[in-house]
């Protein structure tokens, strides 16, 4: 079981950081991804990490904006979310995986319920 934190509304240019907690495993053994899906959108590949920390992966959308990170000794994933556009609104899930694709959701096999994240222009 996973869960999100940190969603919220912000005004285009912002910032937001999003937080994924375990409940009931160890996260620091699973890769972890963020993806998002807006109103009649499908769901798309935002970020991903691997265990170690040392390698993470980004959609082109949001590079050079977002921040993937993780805390292994607390077992928290991070989404750091910088100069944030309309574009950025949708429900954010993180998800975890043993051995994953980044960028292919099926790949994972743990998902939290997301958390709203609303940028207004």
Excluded at 14 to 24: E, Q, V, W
Aim: hydrophobic content about 35%; glycine content about 10%; some cysteine.
């Amino acid at each position: 079981q996973l869960v999100e934190s940190g969603g919220g509304s912000v005004q285009a240019g912002g910032s937001l950081t999003l937080s994924c907690a375990s409940s009931h495993r160890t996260l620091s053994t699973y890769a972890v991804g963020w993806f998002r899906q807006a109103p009649g959108m499908e769901r798309e590949f935002v970020a991903a990490i691997l265990r170690s920390g040392r390698n993470t992966y980004y959609a082109d959308s949001v590079k050079g904006r977002f921040t993937i990170s993780r805390d292994n000794t607390i077992n928290i994933a991070y989404l750091q979310m910088n100069n944030l556009k309309p574009e950025d609104t949708a429900v954010y899930y993180c998800a975890a995986g043993a051995s994953i694709t980044p960028e292919d959701g099926r790949s994972y096999h743990f998902w939290g319920q997301g958390t709203q994240v609303t940028v207004s222009s």
